[in-house]
């Protein structure tokens, strides 16, 4: 079978069965992580770990995520063994096409996976038409600085980046909505629990 061949494939495999994947976005630092975890741990959703080209913290590193050159990384996206790549927060990152197949293939694997908002219309609402999409919202302004701050690897540049990119998101989000479903959270301050509430309590209605 040719490469060409091979990823038409893979991706009809993956919108076919696509109705197993749920989907994240929202600003970074609003707290998509808290409930990935609880998720992968309560119902063992497994999180898809991502190719990247920005510097790893420790948990990404033991979250499976991996590392590559920028020209690495295009030498992958050229040779198409890339899933949704994006570009965020002047890195790239995208996700194993072969990872997500051999995942989907066991048909009691739900899979999670991260998007800015900006792709959801059209990547994530073309490339996997049935997926289940989380929209995180914050409950003001300050609440992602808050979070952002407790990140002791970022320094102030890189967290006024976020913020205000995290502000663009919002309005992706808002936008996106309007043509796609997407099941808006609204985090709570100091209550991390709502978030992991409201998704679970959602996620056990639709499936």
């Known amino acids: 079978m040719s490469s060409h061949k091979k ?3 893979n991706y009809r495999f993956i919108k076919n069965n696509s109705n197993r994947i749920v989907v994240f976005c929202g ?8 409930v990935i975890d609880y998720l992968s741990k309560r119902y063992r959703f497994k999180k898809i770990s991502s190719i990247t080209t920005k510097d790893l913290n420790k948990k990404e590193k033991k979250d499976g995520s ?19 790549s994006v570009r965020n927060y002047g890195n790239a990152y995208a996700y194993s096409t072969k990872n997500i197949v051999e995942l989907l293939e066991n048909k009691n694997t739900i899979i999670i996976m991260e998007s800015p908002c900006s792709y959801i219309i059209n990547d994530v609402s073309v490339l996997m038409p049935k997926s289940i999409i989380f929209g995180f919202l914050p409950p003001n302004k300050n609440f992602i600085k808050s979070n952002l701050k407790k990140r002791d690897s970022e320094g102030y540049i890189k967290q006024k980046i976020r913020i205000k990119a995290g502000e663009v998101e919002k309005d992706y ?11 808006k959270i609204l ?17 056990l209605e639709i499936r």
Request: proline share 5%.
């Open 66 to 84: 991996i590392q590559v050159t920028p020209l690495k990384f295009k030498i992958l996206e050229t040779e198409s063994d890339l899933f949704m």
């Open 7 to 9: 990823l038409n494939k």
């Open 187 to 203: 985090q709570k301050k100091n209550d991390p629990a709502h978030a992991i509430n409201q998704v679970e309590k959602i996620l």
């Open 173 to 183: 989000l808002y936008y996106a909505s309007k043509f796609v479903k997407i099941y």
């Open 27 to 34: 600003p970074s630092g609003i707290g998509k992580t808290l």
